[in-house]
T-cell receptor
Framework: DGGITQSPKYLFRKEGQNVTLSCEQN?????MYWYRQDPGQGLRLIYY???????QKGDIAEGYSVSREKKESFPLTVTSAQKNPTAFYLC????????FGSGTRLTVV | RKEVEQDPGPFNVPEGATVAFNCTYS??????FFWYRQDCRKEPKLLMS???SGNEDGRFTAQLNRASQYISLLIRDSKLSDSATYLC???????????FGTGTRLQVTL
């Protein structure tokens, strides 16, 4: 079945550590997106990519980095520069009606 | 001002009731709109697109009023399984970026 797979489901990060969240899709979508969701807030766009080897900053890109070396994959790195990384991270692909992955819950310990 | 604004609720309604959610948007350049449903601690899932002519999918009816920059979702004959957060979403720009409202929480009770 086609879909988006995010891993891991839960991730714990120590202060000062970089972590990478995986996002893989087999829907043959060109566009992929990373969102962050905090309690009581809507989804906020971190980065997006419309084509391989190209990506753009979203509204809250500071402290994050991405790559898009393959159409299927759009990993997100949460760097130590991100001061408040605890959140629910969602990857999506498509245009218009997105398909979302099941998300990664990142907690700083 | 947020681009997409929703009443956060919660809306507590009995099973079988009709409930309506409203949403306003500030960016008149927004091209398309959607309603997503999000269950607790899960990812959002597309519920339906919203058209100016209005569209219906079973018990769900969505409507867009571009003049008033207003979007609505009507749920008839509410079921317990409709309990979720409903996200109003606008599409803007050539990059197909979606802007999400904070969501309206619905709780359907017996």
């Amino acid at each position: 079945d086609g879909g988006i797979t995010q891993s891991p489901k839960y991730l714990f990060r120590k202060e000062g550590q970089n972590v990478t969240l995986s996002c893989e899709q087999n829907l043959n979508h060109d566009a992929m997106y990373w969102y962050r969701q905090d309690p009581g807030q809507g989804l906020r766009l971190i980065y997006y990519s419309q084509i391989v080897n190209d990506f753009q900053k979203g509204d809250i890109a500071e402290g994050y980095s991405v790559s898009r070396e393959k159409k299927e994959s759009f990993p997100l790195t949460v760097t130590s520069a991100q001061k408040n990384p605890t959140a629910f991270y969602l990857c999506a692909s498509g245009s218009g009606g997105y398909t979302f992955g099941s998300g990664t819950r990142l907690t700083v310990v | 001002r947020k681009e997409v604004e929703q009443d956060p609720g919660p809306f507590n309604v009995p099973e079988g009731a009709t409930v309506a959610f409203n949403c306003t948007y500030s960016n008149s350049a927004s091209q398309s709109f959607f309603w997503y449903r999000q269950d607790c601690r899960k990812e959002p899932k597309l519920l339906m697109s919203v058209y100016s002519s209005g569209n219906e999918d079973g018990r769900f009816t969505a409507q867009l009023n571009r003049a008033s920059q207003y979007i609505s979702l009507l749920i008839r004959d509410s079921k317990l399984s409709d309990s979720a957060t409903y996200l109003c979403v606008g599409l803007t720009g050539t990059a197909s970026k979606l802007t999400f409202g904070t969501g309206t929480r619905l709780q359907v009770t017996l």
